[in-house]
């Protein structure tokens, strides 16, 4: 009878212990969820979103959020895996399960790792070529200034000529 009722306290623990990771596995989406409606929300109020270093930018935070909070999901699913693993064995339908979970939560954790590289590259062209821009801008700007003051010495001798 004593046997029973540890069975019974393991079967409740394991329970117990399922219960707990599906509330914290629920909480990690939530938190996933809010992460990406407030890039949406961000994103929504910039004209052509994506194609300036704003939007660039905006999507590298989101990503970079998204990516720390699929981590912990990947780590969590491996910790229950294992366990389940260590405790019912490879070959049981809930380890095989959480195997399963596990696979997919590692693939998207690569391709969100995958679009943060993207962006950050996006950014980094974009970035040089503003600055290009803006160096060629300052020259050309130079250029004008220097015909400015060659129109001005013009003026000034046309005045005096003309005057005298």
């Not at 909070?69 to 366990?83: C, D, R, S, T």
């Given at each position: 009878m004593a046997e029973q009722i540890e069975v019974a306290g393991l079967v409740t623990k394991i329970a117990v212990d399922d219960t707990m990771f599906e509330k914290s596995m629920a909480e990690l989406q939530r938190q996933m969820k809010l992460v990406e409606s407030e890039f949406k929300k961000a994103s929504s109020g910039l004209d052509q979103f994506g194609q300036g270093t704003e939007g660039?930018?905006?999507?590298?935070?989101?990503?970079?959020?998204?990516?720390?909070?699929?981590?912990?999901?990947?780590?969590?699913?491996?910790?229950?895996?294992?366990?389940s693993a260590e405790e019912k064995g490879k070959d049981a339908i809930g380890t095989q399960k959480l195997e399963t979970r596990l696979n997919n939560a590692v693939t998207k954790y690569n391709q969100l790792e995958s679009q943060l590289r993207q962006t950050n590259q996006e950014l980094a062209v974009q970035s040089s070529r503003w600055t290009q821009l803006g160096q060629s801008m300052q020259k050309a700007g130079d250029r004008l200034q220097k015909i400015g003051r060659g129109l001005e010495s013009a003026g000034k001798s046309l005045t005096v000529g003309l005057t005298a």
């Open positions: 660039l930018k905006l999507k590298a935070d989101s990503l970079s959020k998204q990516l720390e909070l699929q981590g912990a999901v990947v780590a969590k699913l491996n910790e229950q895996y294992q366990k």
